[in-house]
């Protein structure tokens, strides 16, 4: 088995934004920093934890340099939900209604 999380994988981080892989990185980085300090005062557990968080950091700075590079391309980000467009429309439409019964 693959060290790491399934959460972290290539196939998953190519479906994130960078924004959402820099969040994940800082909250692996914090994880790890959290690891090291169990593992120096002697209360870490799992201790392989220590470099499956390890990996799942390089991944993710693998996938943010493969963009930069142009290697791969970052997924477009998702469309707004069309409850607010239409809610939008709504109100637009509203106000042109008003408009034209004040010019009336």
Do not use: C, H
């Not at 959290?34 to 557990?45: G, I, K």
């Not at 934890?49 to 693998?62: E, F, L, N, Q």
């Not at 142009?70 to 939008?88: D, L, M, N």
């Amino acid at each position: 088995m693959a060290l790491g999380t399934k959460e972290y994988s290539i196939k998953a981080l190519n479906e994130k934004t960078n924004d959402e892989i820099k969040d994940a990185l800082k909250k692996s980085k914090e994880e790890l920093f959290n690891l090291r300090f169990q593992a120096a005062t002697s209360q870490l557990t799992n201790s392989s934890r220590v470099g499956a968080v390890k990996k799942d950091i390089a991944r993710m700075y693998t996938v943010l340099r493969e963009r930069e590079l142009g290697i791969t391309k970052e997924p477009s980000k998702p469309a707004e939900k069309p409850a607010k467009k239409a809610k939008a429309t709504k109100k637009a439409a509203s106000k042109k209604s008003a408009a034209t019964k004040t010019e009336e």
